[in-house]
């Protein structure tokens, strides 16, 4: 059965740092384009970094460019993402996704085409 536990959202202030996990469960990551969406307060779902299965190449949104680092451990079989420099425009619910066609939850983002949401999102709150 695939299982997987989204973690590392909270409440943090302005210029704090976060990590997110990804943790999956009989489910081979290895392979799969990954990433990671939010969806912030009366805002549309957008993408925020992706890894490319094919080059292994990261992508990110502008906004988070240089503050923010997806990363992934096929091993773990799971998805990170490590924020830093937190600021208010980065409260979402953030949600990992990949490339899978399960859920009927899919969406594309850049060169990772399409990626499924996996999971409800975890939470990330920060104030000002």
């Known amino acids: 059965e695939v299982q997987l536990v989204e973690s590392g959202g909270g409440l943090v202030q302005t210029g704090q740092s976060l990590t997110l996990s990804c943790a999956l469960s009989g489910f081979a990551l290895d392979g799969r384009s990954v990433g990671w969406f939010r969806e912030a307060p009366g805002k549309e779902r957008e993408g925020v970094s992706c890894i490319n299965s094919r080059d292994a190449v990261a992508v990110y949104a502008d906004s988070v460019r240089g503050r923010f680092k997806i990363s992934k451990d096929n091993a773990k079989a799971t998805v990170y993402l490590q924020m830093e420099s937190l600021t208010p425009a980065d409260t979402a619910v953030y949600y990992c996704?990949?490339?899978?066609?399960?859920?009927?939850?899919?969406?594309?983002?850049?060169?990772?085409?399409?990626?499924?949401?996996w999971g409800q999102g975890t939470l990330v709150n920060v104030s000002s």
């Open positions: 996704a990949g490339q899978t066609d399960i859920f009927g939850r899919r969406y594309y983002y850049s060169s990772c085409g399409y990626l499924e949401i």
